[in-house]
């Protein structure tokens, strides 16, 4: 072959082109795989320590109430009350009145009698899910130290707060807002650890539902339900009685053993039969897809109003656990501990020493749950999806229609959130109001598209009035204007092995790296998902996501990427980044799905 026969670069076919478009394949580069699976000094990008104010409650509209003051005025109260007590009962109106009612109801007369073993064994297992369940609520509300009775989180509209009041700062974030925990109170106590934290209580309540599921069939079965619940109005005549023989340290005779008296009843029914239920029903009124699912139950019980009770609900178990234990060890320790953890109803030290056993087995899971979690986060991430996964999974396939808010719904504020980008990429867009950009759309598609503000514009208009929901607890109802993503499937037409959806962001996670996030293609059709540049009729702002964010409004917040860059299709998640299904997934142990 001559040196004139030689094919020259212009009559050589191109190469076929890769699955994966250039674009897309450098947004993959730009994306931080993390190193270690450990919570360390650099985890999060060193987030530093934060510390709030003590708990305090709104009197009135600016007055606030510091709720350590209720120590000491408790502790006055407590005297007075003695002191009433014991006067009252050398009146003999008084004296007549606790003969009539010396403080138990009667029993039907096959009520059982006595504590069987299993009772005991769900009696412990209750105490020790609920220290987990507990711990990583405070690290939870910690994540957002702030409740509210209304759907606005804003300024002015919270009645309790362990922080200091919002900045007038227009760019500070709900990141920014949180505090951090003692290691040994919140679990697993490092500030912004709330991705751990959830595995922690919603896989720690499905073990403690299940207990409380056998629980309820024993009861019943067993008849030892008839022990629980008031049977007749006298039971509010002997809780007075009661109360006076408690207060004027004249306590009344212990008799758990056949039945309990009617103050220990009415705290026993109200915590198994209405704050047990009650911490479930709160519990599911936080969840985004549930909430937009069921309209009529989200108008009364609203994320705002279902995350408040939720905190009442802990209260009083907390302050339950304190009292019950404080009058267990008061009032007859042996016996009462014979009677929980023994099942026999004598002075003997059997149950004192099971008791002791069954405290070092809560002690240690109490002081190993922290550091197990920062040494092993990984793993805790999956025994928490093990656990919660299934429920979670039916919550993923929950779709909707924005029939529940109106333009009177809308909230005056509406939290920052994520870190904001300073890219030169970002920065350059921005000083041209995005003129030159453009969001790319490939992967696992049939018409890979570049498509820029006008055209997206042009596309069929989409808008919808719904709430947001935030992981860490804030929520605020707003009006998107966009592009539906069933437009965008049917501009691109996924291939049939394209199961996911990638989108890209221009800002970047705590750790370095461009955020983004995988959502299940089929949650693309649905009508509450869509790619919105408008809020509340108006062009999105630079901290609300400009030029382009998502909305899916069965998801977290954090699952509604801003600053979109690039859309990418295709077979499963684990093929990018750290293959967890998204940054905090990748980063900070969240999970790739959270409808709940």
């Known amino acids: 072959m001559t040196a004139s026969d030689r094919p020259v670069p212009a009559d050589i076919p191109a190469p076929a082109k890769d699955e994966v478009p250039d674009v897309v394949q450098t947004y993959r580069d730009e994306l931080t795989r993390k190193q270690k699976d450990v919570i360390d000094d650099d985890w999060a990008g060193g987030i530093p320590a934060q510390y709030g104010v003590a708990p305090r409650i709104r009197i009135g509209h600016t007055k606030w109430f510091n709720l350590l003051w209720l120590i000491p005025i408790a502790f006055v109260i407590l005297i007075a009350a003695i002191a009433v007590a014991r006067g009252l009962r050398e009146i003999p109106a008084v004296q007549d009145f606790m003969h009539t009612y010396p403080g138990t109801s009667e029993l039907p007369s096959w009520a059982p009698v006595g504590f069987p073993a299993w009772v005991g064994w769900q009696h412990f297992f209750n105490l020790?899910?609920?220290?987990?369940?507990?711990?990583?609520?405070?690290?939870?509300?910690?994540?957002?130290?702030?409740?509210?009775?209304?759907?606005?989180?804003?300024?002015?509209?919270?009645?309790?707060?362990?922080?200091?009041?919002?900045?007038?700062?227009?760019?500070?974030?709900?990141?920014?807002?949180?505090?951090?925990?003692?290691?040994?109170?919140?679990?697993?106590?490092?500030?912004?650890?709330?991705?751990?934290?959830?595995?922690?209580?919603?896989?720690?309540?499905?073990?403690?539902?299940?207990?409380?599921?056998?629980?309820?069939?024993?009861?019943?079965?067993?008849?030892?339900?008839?022990?629980?619940?008031?049977?007749?109005?006298?039971?509010?005549?002997?809780?007075?009685?009661?109360?006076?023989?408690?207060?004027?340290?004249?306590?009344?005779?212990?008799?758990?053993?056949?039945?309990?008296?009617?103050?220990?009843?009415?705290?026993?029914?109200?915590?198994?039969?209405?704050?047990?239920?009650?911490?479930?029903?709160?519990?599911?009124?936080?969840?985004?897809?549930?909430?937009?699912?069921?309209?009529?139950?989200?108008?009364?019980?609203?994320?705002?109003?279902?995350?408040?009770?939720?905190?009442?609900?802990?209260?009083?178990?907390v302050a339950f656990i304190v009292v019950h234990v404080t009058l267990v060890m008061a009032t007859g320790a042996l016996r009462n501990l014979n009677h929980m953890f023994a099942s026999r109803n004598d002075d003997s030290w059997v149950g004192f020493w099971i008791f002791v056993l069954a405290m070092v087995i809560v002690v240690v899971g109490w002081v190993a749950a922290t550091p197990v979690t920062y040494r092993y986060p990984r793993v805790i991430q999956k025994v928490g999806y093990a656990l919660i996964?299934?429920?979670?999974?039916?919550?993923?396939?929950?779709?909707?229609?924005?029939?529940?808010?109106?333009?009177?719904?809308?909230?005056?504020?509406?939290?920052?959130?994520?870190?904001?980008?300073?890219?030169?990429?970002?920065?350059?867009?921005?000083?041209?109001?995005?003129?030159?950009?453009?969001?790319?759309?490939?992967?696992?598609?049939?018409?890979?598209?570049?498509?820029?503000?006008?055209?997206?514009?042009?596309?069929?208009?989409?808008?919808?009035?719904?709430?947001?929901?935030?992981?860490?607890?804030?929520?605020?109802?707003?009006?998107?204007?966009?592009?539906?993503?069933?437009?965008?499937?049917?501009?691109?037409?996924?291939?049939?092995?394209?199961?996911?959806?990638?989108?890209?962001?221009?800002?970047?996670?705590?750790?370095?790296?461009?955020?983004?996030?995988?959502?299940?293609?089929?949650?693309?059709?649905?009508?509450?998902?869509?790619?919105?540049?408008?809020?509340?009729d108006e062009p999105l702002s630079f901290g609300h996501g400009a030029p382009l964010r998502l909305r899916n409004e069965v998801q977290l917040g954090f699952k509604m990427v801003k600053w979109i860059k690039g859309i990418e299709f295709v077979e499963h998640f684990s093929e990018v980044g750290g293959g967890q299904g998204g940054y905090n997934n990748d980063h900070e142990f969240f999970g790739y799905s959270q409808s709940i």
Not at 409 to 414: G, L, M, Q, R, V
Not at 421 to 440: G, T
């Open 128 to 317: 020790f899910l609920m220290i987990f369940i507990i711990r990583s609520g405070w690290q939870i509300l910690a994540d957002h130290p702030r409740l509210y009775w209304t759907r606005h989180s804003g300024p002015g509209k919270n009645w309790f707060r362990m922080q200091k009041p919002i900045p007038a700062n227009p760019l500070y974030t709900a990141k920014e807002d949180s505090i951090s925990l003692p290691s040994g109170v919140g679990l697993p106590g490092r500030r912004h650890t709330i991705g751990l934290a959830r595995w922690w209580h919603l896989g720690v309540d499905t073990l403690w539902l299940l207990n409380g599921i056998v629980f309820y069939v024993l009861i019943f079965c067993t008849g030892q339900w008839v022990r629980l619940v008031p049977l007749h109005w006298d039971v509010i005549s002997n809780a007075i009685s009661v109360a006076i023989q408690y207060l004027s340290m004249n306590w009344p005779l212990e008799t758990g053993w056949t039945n309990y008296n009617s103050l220990q009843l009415i705290a026993y029914f109200i915590t198994v039969f209405i704050a047990a239920p009650l911490a479930l029903i709160t519990g599911l009124g936080m969840s985004p897809a549930l909430s937009t699912r069921f309209h009529r139950l989200s108008k009364v019980l609203s994320i705002q109003v279902a995350r408040s009770l939720h905190f009442l609900v802990m209260v009083w178990f």
């Open 389 to 536: 996964g299934p429920a979670q999974r039916l919550f993923e396939h929950v779709d909707a229609g924005p029939k529940q808010y109106g333009q009177d719904d809308i909230s005056p504020y509406f939290w920052h959130n994520g870190r904001y980008p300073d890219s030169a990429e970002y920065v350059a867009l921005r000083e041209r109001n995005f003129a030159d950009y453009r969001l790319h759309v490939g992967g696992l598609v049939d018409n890979p598209v570049d498509l820029d503000l006008v055209q997206l514009r042009e596309l069929a208009h989409h808008s919808q009035i719904t709430q947001h929901f935030c992981i860490q607890g804030w929520s605020g109802v707003a009006k998107w204007g966009g592009v539906s993503m069933r437009t965008i499937l049917d501009v691109v037409k996924p291939r049939p092995e394209a199961k996911w959806v990638i989108f890209y962001s221009f800002g970047e996670g705590s750790d370095g790296g461009i955020y983004y996030d995988a959502q299940p293609i089929e949650q693309m059709s649905y009508e509450l998902t869509m790619l919105a540049y408008d809020m509340n």
